[in-house]
C-alpha cells in the first residue's frame, strides 16, 4: 500500500525553472508605463513583484492615482507574456527529474500561485499534461492574491478533485510548507540551486534534492 493517496507540487522552481527577477522586474516596469506611469520608484516595483498582496497593490496605485483593477489587467498581461518569451527563448527549462514523476502510483497534481493559463501553457510547452490528473494556479483577478498560498483554498480543491485523503506537497518556499500543513498535509522542501541557501521559518516533514526522493517518499 502507499502512504499517500496523492503527490502535489508546486510548479515555478520545483517543475521548471523559476523566473529570473530582472526579466519580472521589466515586465513591471512594462505594466506601469502601459497605464502611462514612466517614473516609477524601486520600492514600489518591489512592492508589486514581492508577495503581490492585495493591500501593497491597493497602497501603490494609490501613489500614482491608478485605478487598480486597470492596472492589475495591465501587470497580468506583461508578466504572463514575459513568462511564455522566457520559455519559448529556452531561458526557462523543464527540470531533468520532472520524469520520475512518470513513476509514482497515485494521483499527481499541480498547485501554483502562478496564473492557471501560465499553467496550462507550461504543461503544453514541456508536454506534462499526462503526468498530472488536476491542476490549479490562480485566475487573473485581484480576489485572487487573497486565496494564494500559504491560503490552502486552490490546494483544497485539487484535494477534492483527485477525491484524495491524504497527500505529499511538495514545494520551494516557506508558503508552501506553511500551505501543506494548515491544509493538513506532509510537505516536502525541495533543495533546488536556488534554494540550496535558503533558510526556512518553518520546518517542513521532509527535505529532498530531487523528485526521484519524493517518489521514494511518496510509495
Excluded at 150 to 166: C, K, Q
Aim: glycine share 4%; proline share 2%; charged share 30%.
Amino acid at each position: 500500500m502507499t502512504r499517500y493517496d496523492a503527490v502535489l507540487f508546486d510548479s515555478d522552481g520545483v517543475l521548471v525553472e523559476p523566473p529570473n527577477q530582472e526579466t519580472q522586474r521589466e515586465a513591471t516596469r512594462e505594466a506601469f508605463r502601459a497605464v502611462g506611469v514612466e517614473d516609477i520608484r524601486e520600492e514600489h516595483l518591489d512592492a508589486v513583484m514581492g508577495g503581490k498582496s492585495a493591500d501593497a497593490l491597493f497602497e501603490v496605485c494609490s501613489v500614482y492615482d491608478l485605478d487598480v483593477a486597470t492596472f492589475w489587467d495591465a501587470f497580468e498581461h506583461h508578466d504572463e507574456q514575459s513568462q511564455f518569451d522566457a520559455f519559448e527563448a529556452g531561458a526557462r527549462e523543464r527540470y531533468d527529474d520532472v520524469s520520475a514523476i512518470a513513476d509514482l502510483s497515485v494521483a499527481r497534481g499541480i498547485v501554483s500561485n502562478n496564473h492557471h493559463s501560465t499553467i496550462e501553457f507550461k504543461l503544453d510547452f514541456f508536454e506534462m499534461r499526462s503526468l498530472f490528473d488536476t491542476y490549479y494556479g490562480r485566475e487573473k483577478t485581484l480576489e485572487s492574491l487573497t486565496l494564494k498560498k500559504p491560503n490552502t483554498h486552490y490546494i483544497d480543491r485539487a484535494m477534492a478533485d483527485l477525491g484524495a485523503e491524504s497527500a505529499l506537497y511538495v514545494g520551494d518556499s516557506d508558503s508552501d510548507v506553511v500551505a501543506a500543513e494548515r491544509a493538513g498535509l506532509d510537505s516536502v522542501f525541495v533543495r533546488r540551486a536556488h534554494t540550496r541557501d535558503t533558510e526556512l521559518s518553518v520546518t517542513p516533514t521532509y527535505e529532498v534534492e530531487s523528485l526521484h526522493d519524493v517518489v521514494s517518499l511518496a510509495e
